[in-house]
């Protein structure tokens, strides 16, 4: 059973940074494409960054020059780090995987339960 667990969540003031991890567990494919999401209440999911196999990095408008997503050293793990945090980037983050590339769709077909980023002015 693949399994999704994001961490580093939490409060922070608006200018402040954060970062975000995800674990990905019981995933048997051979290839992998993740992304980071976020959902504000009363608003649609949207995808916030994604990483291809490659490396190759994408990224909504909103966060360009200040959110950065990369793999990490262990198998199956994603960071997002957010640097220069802004209230309107408040939101439940998510993370996704999937074997095929969506881009900053929410097509993928596993998702985390999400981390909560709270940014106060």
């Known amino acids: 059973q693949v399994q999704l667990v994001e961490s580093g969540g939490g409060s922070v003031q608006a200018g402040g940074s954060l970062r975000l991890s995800c674990q990905v567990s019981?995933?048997?494919?051979?290839?992998?494409?993740m992304g980071w999401f976020r959902q504000a209440p009363g608003q649609a999911r949207e995808g916030v960054a994604a990483?291809?196999?490659?490396?190759?990095?994408l990224y909504i408008d909103s966060v360009k020059g200040r959110f950065t997503i990369s793999k990490g050293s262990a198998k199956n793990t994603l960071y997002l780090q957010m640097n220069s945090l802004k209230p309107e980037d408040t939101a439940m983050y998510y993370c996704?995987?999937?074997?095929?590339?969506?881009?900053?769709?929410?097509?993928?077909?596993?998702w985390g339960q999400g981390t909560q980023v709270t940014v106060f002015s």
């Open positions: 019981g995933y048997t494919e051979s290839t992998i494409y």
């Open positions: 990483i291809e196999m490659d490396g190759n990095q």
């Open positions: 996704a995987a999937d074997r095929l590339w969506y881009g900053l769709g929410t097509n993928y077909n596993y």
